[in-house]
């Protein structure tokens, strides 16, 4: 079933149902959407179509720019077994490639999000495209272990910087009405990079080995080309730069930002379980696929392409679940309902058993996450708005870079992956549920500058 064009059921006014399957949405006779509260109505096609050709130019960029960004962070993660025979050592301490990419990417946010707040969204986002395209290439000819660890915190930077100013690019452009569902669309470019890379390890792996691989994720410097003949400056960055040159030079960080930082300080920790429960379903997944199990890097690759198109499903669908029961009550519900499906995703004995439970699995966690481009950008005021919610994300990943070499070295002490899978889910599943339960909700807020 296709996501932009999602088959949804819908009553007519005699009380039969009838099926609908794109063109304009339904409405009922108030000129709200029709569906009910608990399943509403999804397409995002008619969203898609409303926007003006600047906005649609921005969102494709964005939404490009983090595939791409994670396109080059997950190339690494289905090599774990290949790079650790190449250079002749565990796969936990080829994982700790993650650790100094998660390490170093909230400088790249601090960096990239004040350049972005200063000289504008659009200049800032080629760089940084830029940027972590020539360092994956530069991953391609690592003589050393010691070379590539140095190499992958230099690609955290550059990665760090990416999200926060496209989400600010976007939600700057997009109008407020279904910013849940492009927020959910935003969000799972991750999962759309996860799945190129298991494509690409699945069908080039047995011919180019994992440095050609990294010359692959060296591409998405051409997206350069796109965002520079084709996507417009944000309007509310531009409004705003016009008012601080009538204003003249003032403070770095107006005053009346302190107010922001208890939210700023809640946003790092709400992360900080957001990154653990993606990360920590997603990190060591391949290599215990491949290792404990046992699979070949064609099935790997095949798994990994089918929990990311799970990934997509559930970030669209709680996304815009979002938008009518407002984010914290989506990110609460897919946390919780990741719990049910521990026993498939962890102890499935079966290929098929196992793929299963990851697609629901990341079907789940990536619902969560949906929600948070939407979230943390109106949580953000203008002034910081490239920064705040980028600087947050990536401190979250900080304080939980050790995630997934923690769990290879437990894995590989206990000599088995599926409690230490399990473990994992449970307690980020339940701690994410209960920070999100406490936060502030800001569904709909105004982009000012």
Known sequence: MGITGWYFRVRDRRGSRRPWSGGRRPQSEGGRREGSAMLPGMSLLPDFGRLTRPQKHAFIAAFLGWTLDSLDFFLLIFCVKAMAAEFRTVPSTILEAVFWTQAFRPVGA???GMLADRYGRRPVLIFNILSFSIIELACAFAPTLNVLLVLRALFG?????????????????????????FSGILQEGYAAGSILAAGAF?????????RGLFMVGACPGLLVLYVQTKVEESPAWLAGAQKRKARGPGPLLPPHLKEFLPTFLFLILLMTAFMSFSHGTQDVYPTFLEVQMRLTPRTVGLIGVLYGLGSIAGGFVFGVLSEHWGRKKAI????????????????GYSAWAL?????????????????????LTELSPG??????????????G????????????????WGTYPPVL??????????????????????GAEMST
């Open 422 to 443: 399990a473990i994992t889910v449970v307690v980020v599943a339940l701690a994410l549920a209960g920070l999100a339960a406490l936060g502030h909700e800001a569904k």
């Open 157 to 181: 930077i550059a990665m760090g910087g990416e999200w926060g100013v496209g989400a600010a690019l976007v939600f700057e452009t997009l109008p407020k009405e279904g910013r849940g569902g």
């Open 355 to 375: 793929g299963t439970g990851a697609v629901l699995m990341q079907f789940m966690v990536q619902g969560a996450w949906g929600v948070v481009p939407a979230y």
């Open 398 to 413: 900080l304080l939980t870079s050790w995630n997934g070499v923690l769990q290879a070295r437990v894995a590989e002490w």
């Open 383 to 396: 002034p910081v708005r490239a920064t705040a919610p980028g600087l947050a994300y990536q401190l979250g």
């Open 202 to 210: 699945a069908l080039l792996f047995h011919w180019i080995g994992w």
């Open 110 to 112: 601090l960096l990239f």
């Open 332 to 347: 609460v519900t897919a946390a919780l309902l990741s719990l049910p499906v521990i026993p498939l995703w962890a102890y």
